[in-house]
T-cell receptor, first 114, second 111 residues
Framework: SQTIHQWPATLVQPVGSPLSLECTVE??????LYWYRQAAGRGLQLLFY??????ISSEVPQNLSASRPQDRQFILSSKKLLLSDSGFYLC?????????????FGSGTRLTVV | QKEVEQDPGPLSVPEGAIVSLNCTYS??????FMWYRQYSRKGPELLMY????GNKEDGRFTAQVDKSSKYISLFIRDSQPSDSATYLC???????????FGEGTQLTVNP
């Protein structure tokens, strides 16, 4: 069966520090991968999505970047965090073709920038 | 105007009540409709999935889609405190296309 792993679960970082959040998927090949951010009490904001290795689409211009170095690995990064980067970050995957069953989300990373 | 509108609540009901959660949308191309449940500090999990119009029932949960009105609903019968969560609707036009999410409705079921 397919599983998605996201870590760390909680992170407290000072302003100006770098960020690296990692997400991996098991049990499927060539998944579509997504990074979302969710502010407290708010909806999901799509940050990046990827349909293949090295293929990244950005939805919102900001202080963050994403990379997909391997088929089932998706990384969210920042060189210098801002206070406004605080939030709940979620990784998700979906099947690339043939049948659509929505997204499967990871357990999330709660980032607090201080 | 957002493509998907969902009342954020919060909604508070007594245990045993029937809960109705709703979303409206503007894109007539949407044909895949989903409801996700998100507990506090957790990732959303898929609760119900419906293709095109009609009803789908799963235990205490019923999902309805009315494409003519561009309106979808999730009904929870005999609500339980464990149903307390944020419920997000989501929809897409074609298989494999990206989902468009509502803002989510925060539900609290009081014992």
């Amino acid at each position: 069966s397919q599983t998605i792993h996201q870590w760390p679960a909680t992170l407290v970082q000072p302003v100006g520090s770098p960020l690296s959040l990692e997400c991996t998927v098991e049990g499927t090949s060539n998944p579509n991968l997504y990074w979302y951010r969710q502010a407290a009490g708010r909806g999901l904001q799509l940050l990046f999505y990827s349909v293949g290795i090295g293929q990244i689409s950005s939805e919102v211009p900001q202080n963050l970047s994403a990379s997909r170095p391997q088929d089932r690995q998706f990384i969210l990064s920042s060189k210098k965090l801002l206070l406004s980067d605080s939030g709940f970050y979620l990784c998700a995957w979906s099947a690339p073709t043939g049948g659509f069953y929505g997204y499967t989300f990871g357990s999330g990373t709660r980032l607090t920038v201080v | 105007q957002k493509e998907v509108e969902q009342d954020p609540g919060p909604l508070s009901v007594p245990e045993g009540a029937i809960v109705s959660l709703n979303c409206t949308y503007s894109n007539s191309a949407f044909q895949y409709f989903m409801w996700y449940r998100q507990y506090s500090r957790k990732g959303p999990e898929l609760l119900m999935y419906t293709y095109s119009s009609g009803n789908k029932e799963d235990g205490r949960f019923t999902a309805q889609v009315d494409k003519s009105s561009k309106y979808i609903s999730l009904f929870i019968r005999d609500s339980q405190p464990s149903d307390s969560a944020t419920y997000l609707c989501a929809m897409s036009g074609t298989s494999g296309s990206r989902l468009t999410f509502g803002e989510g409705t925060q539900l609290t079921v009081n014992p």
